[in-house]
């Protein structure tokens, strides 16, 4: 049986941590004399994103941590792939449906990080609404899909890691459809955790604040070129993947993403949003 991750988003930010440290970790795993640990590294490590001179940039980064580092590195695996909405998951589902017919004795999903998404700044009113709906094919319907579609290769020991973000949990003004966006991935989540429990499937929704990426010149379509106050991705990244290992529903590394969290409960949904729209304006070209 071919054991492999699959992390989507994995061109820049948070998705190259992800793919490196969990390659790592696996190469870890493989030198464990516990076989139920053993049998937690992979073979592959699949990368997934639309830029593929990116992606071999990340496999790149990954060889040479494995030359660095030595062990049993799962070999990296390429798959630039627009999986955005039904078809983009659909796609993938094909390449695991495929990959499953010809592997002596099918595939085994260790590790599947749903990474991939992106956010609008701006008045809702005044975003390109088009744009509002490709977020939600990418953030929403195609997480949902490809979590659906790896769910049959997954067993006992599997993890899944959401990517949603301190945004979910509370309306924001100027940000309305990401934090929804991300306010879905949350509940979904946490539904599914439940749900896969019994199955000895953990799930973690990663809930950061600002962290150091692309996020915010994305956003912006420019105007803001970097996150403000953004924390490092490493340390994000490190501390999810131990909450994950650990089967833990929440991931948030810093503190004051906790605090806020944990306040956001006695804020009222209308006045949260009303505050951040007021008080929290996000510019974009």
Request: charged content about 25%.
């Amino acid at each position: 049986m071919k054991k492999i991750i699959i992390v989507t988003g994995a061109s820049s930010g948070m998705g190259v941590s992800f793919a490196s440290q969990l390659a790592q970790e696996s190469a870890d795993f493989s030198k464990s004399y516990d076989p139920r640990t053993k049998d937690l590294a992979s073979d592959e490590i699949w990368i997934v994103a639309r830029r593929s001179d990116r992606l071999e940039e990340t496999k790149r980064r990954i060889e040479s941590e494995a030359e660095k580092n030595g062990g049993q590195y799962p070999t990296v695996r390429c798959v630039p792939l627009d999986i955005s909405g039904k078809n983009g998951a659909n796609e993938l589902k094909n390449l695991l449906d495929a990959e499953n017919s010809k592997a002596d004795g099918g595939i085994r999903i260790n590790v599947l990080v749903n990474n991939a998404g992106f956010g609008t700044y701006g008045e809702f009113a005044d975003t390109d609404t088009n744009r509002e709906m490709e977020m939600v094919d990418l953030d929403c319907t195609s997480l949902t899909g490809i979590t659906g579609f790896s769910l049959p290769y997954m067993g006992r020991g599997g993890r899944i890691i959401n990517t949603a973000s301190l945004a979910s949990f509370m309306p924001l003004g100027n940000f309305a459809v990401y934090g929804a966006c991300k306010a879905y991935v949350l509940s979904f989540s946490v539904a599914i955790a439940a749900e896969l429990k019994p199955k000895g499937i953990s799930v973690t929704a990663l809930c950061p604040g600002p962290v150091s990426t692309e996020f915010a010149n994305v956003a912006s379509r420019g105007a803001r070129p970097k996150v403000r106050h953004g924390k490092d991705p490493e340390k994000t990244v490190e501390h999810c993947i131990k909450k994950s290992r650990k089967g833990k529903l929440y991931s948030m590394w810093a503190f004051k993403w906790k605090f806020k969290a944990a306040a956001s409960r006695f804020i009222g949904r209308y006045a949260g949003a009303w505050f951040t729209f007021k008080y929290c304006k996000r510019p974009s070209n």
